[in-house]
């Protein structure tokens, strides 16, 4: 199974300040037909995830400009340029290049 | 707004069965594969079981396979899962969710919680 590595395991940001979270895998998430198959979700507070970012840095639709995701092969990053309080939850990145299906253990951002 | 809509979660006893179900509605449910995931408390998210958008294909978590079962009736737009010989550890919140591309979760439930307990 790929091992899917987040850190850090928490994040205090304050409102209208940047964040970054990072994402490795223990195998490369190059697909041979050149998608990477790495995706973000977000869970709000007592809410199901929420797709954010699909094949690494393309936005699900309706997610903000503010939210960007970078990386290839076996390390990504998820970056938020200004965050708002709505951004407050758990991420979880997760690849599906091959089952099972694994997520990391996902990255607590907080407002300060 | 694709909408996905678990029932049958609850209480059980160690060993007992339940059958979930997931009602799906807004998008063409015969297209395209489903999936459930589930969430124990407090813990991060745990993929479960996949099945083709025809029903003919399914694949499980290797803690489920053989205890577990997927499957789907295009007919109603419903999607299920039957969990036989529960543990304590298949307690959790479960989630159906649609599958994109390479069977991606896109859309999600709310969740159902099955709690297992004596």
């Known amino acids: 199974d790929i091992v899917m590595t987040q850190t850090p395991l928490s994040l205090s940001v304050t409102p209208g300040q940047p964040a970054s979270m990072s994402c490795k895998s223990s195998?490369?998430?190059?697909?041979?037909?050149?998608?990477?198959?790495l995706y973000w979700y977000l869970q709000r507070p007592g809410q199901p995830p929420q797709l954010l970012m699909y094949?690494?840095?393309k936005r699900f639709s309706g997610v903000p400009d503010r939210f960007s995701g970078s990386g290839s092969g076996t390390d990504f990053t998820l970056k938020i340029s200004r965050v708002e309080a709505e951004d407050v939850g758990v991420y979880y990145c997760?690849?599906?290049?091959?089952?099972?299906?694994?997520f990391g253990g996902g990255t607590k951002v907080e407002i300060k | 707004q694709v909408q996905l809509v678990e029932s049958g979660g609850g209480v059980v006893q160690p060993g007992r069965s339940l059958t979930l179900s997931c009602a799906a509605s807004?998008?063409?449910?015969?297209?395209?594969?489903m999936l459930w995931l589930r969430q124990a408390p407090g813990k991060g998210l745990e993929w479960v079981a996949l099945?083709?958008?025809?029903?003919?294909?399914?694949y499980y978590a290797d803690s489920v396979k053989g205890r577990f079962t997927i499957s789907r009736d295009n007919s109603k737009n419903t999607l299920y899962l039957q969990m036989n010989s529960l543990r304590a550890d298949d307690t959790a919140v479960y989630y159906c969710?649609?599958?994109?591309?390479?069977?991606?979760?896109?859309?999600w439930g709310q969740g159902t919680l099955v709690t297992v307990s004596s």
């Open positions: 969710a649609k599958a994109g591309v390479q069977r991606t979760p896109d859309y």
């Open positions: 807004a998008f063409t449910f015969s297209n395209y594969g």
């Open positions: 099945v083709s958008s025809d029903g003919t294909n399914n």
């Open positions: 195998q490369s998430l190059l697909y041979s037909d050149g998608k990477t198959y």
């Open positions: 094949e690494v840095s």
């Open positions: 997760m690849q599906s290049i091959q089952l099972p299906l694994t």
